[in-house]
Every structure is written in C-alpha cells, then in structure tokens.
C-alpha cells in the first residue's frame, strides 16, 4: 500500500502557477495516481489521474517521472476560489487495495 | 449524468443511538467507498464494496457496518453512537475493480453526535 507525503501548507498569489508534489516511494506497478481537491466542508472534487509521464487536462498537469516515486500537480495561473486542500491518491482499485489519502496539502492564495 | 448521491445532508443522533447513512452511486458504477473525515482532519478509509460484497475495511470498529444493494447503492450504519463520531462520511464510487478506475465522491453527510 503505497504511502503519500505532501507539503501540509503552501501560499501562492493570483495569477501563479503552482506545483504541489507527493512523494510516493513505494508505489506498486498497478498503482495510478490522483489528485483530488477539497473545499470546507465539501467531497473531494477530482482534477486529474496519471500513471506515467505527462497528463493535461482543462484545469491541470500531472507530471510523473519516469521512477513514478513521486508526482507534481501544476495548477497554472491559480486565483483566490483555489484555495483549498489538495490530495493526492496512490493505488489500485483492484481486490484488497483500501485506497488511503494522506494528509492533503492547504493551498492559500492570496490577492 | 448525477454524480455520487448522499442522504442526509445533515444528521443529529443522541450518544448510543444508531444512524443510517445512504449513497447512491454514479449510474453504471459498482464499487462504493465510505469515507470518515472529522473536522480539519483527513480522509479515514471506512468501507467498500463492490458488486454487493464488502471487499476490504479500515481500522474501524465493528459498529460501522455497512452494505450494498442490488441496485448499487449502498447504506452505512453506525450503531451505539459516541461523540467522537461526530464527523462528515464521504461516499464515492467507480466503476469496478480495474486499475486506473477513478474515484468520484458525493458532498457528503454530516453527522453530529451529542
């Protein structure tokens, strides 16, 4: 069961692009990675899944490099309604995987 | 297309009684996934189950119990409630046991134990 470790915090200002990592070093080989992000008091909204290299799509990038030990979400050009928590899911929905979020990484914006 | 769908929105149980929590999941989705979070805290892997059987369980004592019906949707109980119970349960869904299959979640459903 691969274990996540994220920043607990980080602060941005509008218009930046922000990368968030998640250290994954034991991830298995069936293992994809997600990337999920949660507003107070709301379900986790997904962003974005990759197994390998470089995924994009209309809101982020997720990039894995080629070891898959660890992974950047890229938010470009981020405004105040980012501020959230984002985390990041490693694993497998097959048989006998329980899916575990780590602790999430606290993104403030700031005008 | 609904998404991930949960009742109640909120819930207020008395210390010792039980509360029932319903999902219902993304049309075609077979695999229901029960969430514990507190307040400020993470996500605590509950339940899941798939294709009407419970396939794996967190660290949760036993009067968290749960089931999946034949439609797909799915109910958690919580029976002799205690106040650190208080906390919003996330459902979330796939659409089965396949690799790379996303997991998509409800708003969830507050419960409130006093």
């Known amino acids: 069961l691969a274990k996540t470790t994220q920043p607990i915090s980080m602060d941005s200002y509008e218009g930046q692009e922000v990368n968030i990592t998640c250290s994954h070093n034991n991830i298995a080989t069936n293992d994809y990675i997600t990337w999920y992000q949660q507003f107070p008091s709301q379900g986790p909204r997904f962003i974005i899944q990759?197994?390998?290299t470089k995924v994009t799509n209309e809101v982020a990038s997720l990039f894995i490099p080629a070891d898959r030990k660890s992974s950047t979400l890229s938010l470009p050009r981020v405004s105040l309604s980012d501020t959230a928590v984002y985390y990041c899911?490693?694993?497998?929905?097959?048989?006998?995987?329980?899916?575990?979020f780590g602790g999430g990484t606290r993104l403030m914006v700031k005008p | 297309e609904a998404g991930v769908t949960q009742s109640p929105t909120h819930l207020i149980k008395t210390r010792g009684q039980q509360a029932t929590l319903r999902c219902s999941p993304i049309s075609g989705h077979t695999s229901v996934y029960w969430y514990q979070q507190a307040l400020g805290l993470g996500l605590q892997f509950l339940l899941w189950?798939?294709?009407?059987?419970?396939?794996n369980r967190g660290n949760f004592p036993p009067r968290f119990s749960g089931r999946q019906f034949p439609n797909y949707s799915s109910e958690l109980n919580v029976n002799a409630l205690e106040l650190e119970d208080s906390a919003l349960y996330l459902c979330?869904?796939?659409?089965?046991?396949?690799?790379?299959?996303?997991?998509?979640f409800g708003e969830g459903s507050w419960l409130t134990v006093v």
């Open positions: 189950y798939d294709e009407g059987e419970e396939r």
């Open positions: 899911l490693v694993g497998d929905n097959n048989a006998g995987n329980m899916l575990t």
């Open positions: 979330a869904s796939s659409s089965g046991r396949e690799s790379g299959n996303t997991i998509y």
């Open positions: 990759g197994y390998k």
